[in-house]
């Protein structure tokens, strides 16, 4: 009956929720010990012309193998970090590890790595890139930083000021996921982005909709007066690509070129689509 079927409902509920507790326990736990063992590390994601479908740099994403908990997602261990501040350590062992392979590579390619607010907000932000910069001996002006607009949230002046100090080493500044959450047009124009993120979920507006290309043209044409590069993320398909090429979208990144990967897969895309001067189809 109603009543043993709504109480029945509530235990299954409350397994859910204790189950999910316990997970998070366990990821948050194993956490720390991941990133100093090296179990968190760098696959990197290729990033491409668009008309040509030339390969021109990669974006460095954490990735977690558990010895018995197989795969965890960013998704997951992400917010996780940034809850509970491991994600200052998690932030830079990603840095220092992808700065490396990408400096081993035998082509230049061009490096982004996201950058959490807490890291921004240590004190020595600007002296620990240095350190790295000088350690790997990866030149600045190929380094991006990719930071979310909920990053400017926090201490607006303080935050700008050291994004401001990192440009000035040369390292370029990428604003992140653009165009989801709190975007304000402030954002755009009181700081100098080097590029703009334009969040996956326009790709898939942009062929479905022509207001949403209009729009997305007239983003287009603001970082264009600010002197912004863009970038689009999550083109899944040859639609896409093709809708955002028409509305003058130079650079793009998401599965229909390639997912996250290992470095030596990168080489190997790179070199594959030279000789074939751009992704046949593509
Ligand atoms: P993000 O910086 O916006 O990275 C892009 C995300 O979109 C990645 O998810 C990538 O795998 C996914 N993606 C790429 N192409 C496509 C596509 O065509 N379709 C779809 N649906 N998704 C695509 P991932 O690797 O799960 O990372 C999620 C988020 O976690 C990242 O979003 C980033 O904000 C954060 N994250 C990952 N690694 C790090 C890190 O080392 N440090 C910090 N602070 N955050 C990180
Ligand atoms: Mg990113
Ligand atoms: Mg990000
Ligand atoms: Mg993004």
Known sequence: NAVTNGRRRVVAYQTVMRAEIERRAVVEGALARAVETNECLPHFQPQFNLESGRVFG?????RWYHAELGWISPSEFIPIAEGNGDIVPLGWKIMETSCNEVQLLPVELTLSVNLSVAQILSDDVVGMLEECLARTGFPARRLK??????????????????????????????????????????????????????????????????????????????????????????????????????????????????????????????????????????
């Open 145 to 282: 930083l990719e930071v979310t607009e909920s990053t400017m949230m926090n201490d607006l002046k303080r935050i700008q000021e050291t994004l401001s100090q990192l440009r000035a080493l040369g390292i370029g500044i990428s604003l992140d996921d653009f165009g989801v959450g709190y975007s304000a047009l402030s954002y755009l124009t009181d700081f100098h982005w080097d590029e703009i993120k334009i969040d996956r979920s326009f790709a898939a507006k942009a062929v479905r909709d022509r207001k949403q290309r209009d729009v997305l043209k007239l983003v287009l044409g603001i970082a264009e007066t600010m002197g912004s590069r863009v970038l689009v993320e999550g083109i899944e398909t040859i639609e896409q690509r093709d809708a955002l090429v028409e509305i003058g979208c130079k650079n793009g990144q998401g599965y229909l070129f390639g997912g996250p990967m290992a470095i030596d897969d990168i080489t190997t895309l790179f070199f594959a689509e030279h000789s074939h001067r751009s992704l046949s189809g593509i």
């Open 58 to 62: 990669v974006e460095a994403l954490a």
